[in-house]
């Protein structure tokens, strides 16, 4: 649980689209304690304070939004043997800045523009011979489709790209402005 301070409570309850008399039957204390806590007119006890905030907490998550709906389903990827010529007109033709490379069916690797860029810059004599193994990234992380937002937003400050799969089966691709996009 993140800890919270007792005057998050009204806010965090508002965000939730809670009533006072919902967060108490979510909480299971009265609706009288709320609105006195809200009015900074009381302070609950301990166990309290954390029954409501656990209530609080299980709603967010209910309502954060998830990756399945983050995602982008249209998932152009690259095979390992593919030739970085090959990848470069896809990425072309797709308007796409990083793609998933697959060996046997399974994520192994992920271009990038930037790393495209760099083996160009070293290699540009080699570029019709140069696999997408031998300039591929570190492989993305893969999460479920009911992945929340704050888990996306944790892996997205690390990797570029996060992959959704769903029983191994690749199902979409969540960029950082797909979750940028959604951000009221």
Known sequence: MIPHTLEEI???RRKCHLTQKQLANHSG????????IEANTAEPSFSNAQRIFEALESMQEKKE???KELMQ????TADSKDTLKQVIKIIKEKGISQMPVLSQGKVCGLLTE???LQH?????????????EQVMEEAPPIVSPNTGQRMLLELLKNFPVVLVAEK???QGIVSKSDVLGRME
Request: proline share 0%.
């Open 114 to 116: 930037a790393g495209i």
């Open 168 to 170: 191994g089966e690749l």
């Open 10 to 12: 009204k806010k965090l």
């Open 73 to 76: 389903k249209k998932l152009f």
């Open 120 to 132: 160009l810059a070293e290699h540009q004599e080699k570029i019709s011979f140069l696999k997408a």
């Open 65 to 67: 939004v998830k990756a």
């Open 29 to 36: 204390v009265s609706q009288s304690l709320i609105a006195k």
